[in-house]
């Protein structure tokens, strides 16, 4: 099985090494196409407007200083020498799960995968639930391949993309697996913060709240929260079917 790691950390961020260390307990056939920079937020970006540049880092191992939709699209037209059998986007540092699936990089790696025929698994690993500061890279390496085993021998439909979430607990306190849907929070979780320069200009940063919400049963926030490592299924399809059914009916022509 020929496999393909990316991300939207960089293609120096500890998560990519942490994919790394799981795609090879699965196959030794391993190509590595990364951003050069992280690339967070930046969702289903993908240069249109500028040329990219490719640096070769290693054997079937390469940095693009684009998007991470840039390094799916590049590795499989120009710098595999076959299509993937599989694409893992991650380890992402910090949960993917609610709304920040639709802006993740991480997660839209996985999307432009699956838009071009190839299977695609998007992992995260939560991050400062224990303390501002935690981030157990030890738990996605004891569980990563044992669950994507799985996930990879039942198989899944080809319209959708993986997204596995792992709490953020030592591996030995993870409570078990869940199979969940997209959850929503209850509460505004991206913030700004204006500062003032030396020379007393503004200048704002944007950033996450932290604050925790009450999420649902079933949902990707719940079993996170409850330590669980969550599997979700997701796709592109952001239609509202029952307004749009109501739409239909109630339209005055």
Known sequence: MRILLTNDDGINAPGLEVLEHIARELSDDIWIVAPELEQSGKGRAISLT????????????????????????????ELMPERPDLILSGVNAGQNIAEDTTFSGTIA????????GVPSIALSQSRGFQNPHSCPWE???????????????????????????????APDAVEGVR?????????????????????????????????????????????IYDGYISVSPLHVDLTHETFLAEMRETWQT
Not at 55 to 68: D, S
Not at 109 to 116: K, P, T, V
Request: contains cysteine.
């Open 50 to 77: 500028e040329f990219v540049r490719v640096r070769e880092t290693g054997p079937q191992r390469y940095a693009v200083n684009g998007t991470p939709s840039d390094c799916v699209l590049l590795a499989i037209d």
């Open 139 to 169: 738990t996605p390496t004891a569980w990563g391949a044992k669950v994507l085993r799985q996930i990879i021998d039942k198989g899944w439909p080809n319209d959708l993309v993986i997204n596995v979430n792992f709490p953020d607990r």
């Open 179 to 223: 199979f969940t849907r997209q959850g929503l929070r209850d509460e505004r979780i991206i913030r700004t913060e204006a500062r003032e320069d030396l020379r007393g200009n503004a200048y704002y940063w944007i950033g996450y709240r932290g604050k925790l919400s009450n999420p649902d049963e079933g949902t990707d926030l719940r079993a």
């Open 109 to 116: 790696a996985a999307l432009f995968g699956m838009q071009h």
